[in-house]
């Protein structure tokens, strides 16, 4: 049995986001088998942040970019803080949105390939590359 395609999808958005987090100098670790809530761990300098990384490739015909913040691939289950402090989205074209999980009040994130949208911005824009919040 091979590797779905979500998950091989997901595998790379934690690659792409681990070596983002390295760059900036933390150390990167992943949870050993599939029993935690979040993806990566990273520490930078002793501040240790639990990331559950979201992504998504799909551009639809009018240039949407639907990221799913939630649990599973099906279920509309939020994260708590007991689980995880970040959700990273990956938006295909897009770019990263580093989200306190405090701070997610919608399940999924919109965001548009052409910027704004009949003068509306997504809703999680502020947390738009905002890597330094992690730090």
């Known amino acids: 049995m091979g590797v779905t395609k979500h998950k091989q999808q997901g595998n790379k958005a ?12 933390a150390s990167v670790a992943w949870p050993y088998g599939d029993g935690a809530a979040w993806d990566l761990l990273a520490d930078f300098d002793g501040k240790l942040t639990r990331i559950q990384v979201k992504s998504s490739n799909m551009v639809n015909q009018r240039g949407t970019v639907r ?9 509309a289950v939020r994260y708590t803080l007991k689980e995880a402090d970040f959700i990273i989205a990956v938006a295909a074209h897009v770019g990263t949105y580093i989200i306190p999980v405090d701070k997610i009040t ?4 919109y965001t ?3 910027g704004q949208r009949r003068g509306q911005l ?4 502020a947390f738009k590359e905002a ?5």
Do not use: D, F, I, Q
């Not at 934690?14 to 100098?25: D, F, I, N, Q, S």
């Not at 919608?106 to 994130?109: A, D, E, I, N, P």
């Open 67 to 75: 990221v799913n913040l939630y649990k599973g691939y099906k279920s």
């Open 14 to 25: 934690e690659l792409a986001v681990a070596l983002r987090l390295t760059e900036m100098g």
């Open 106 to 109: 919608k399940t999924r994130l």
């Open 131 to 135: 890597w330094h919040l992690l730090k």
């Open 122 to 125: 997504p809703h999680y824009e």
């Open 112 to 114: 548009w390939t052409g």
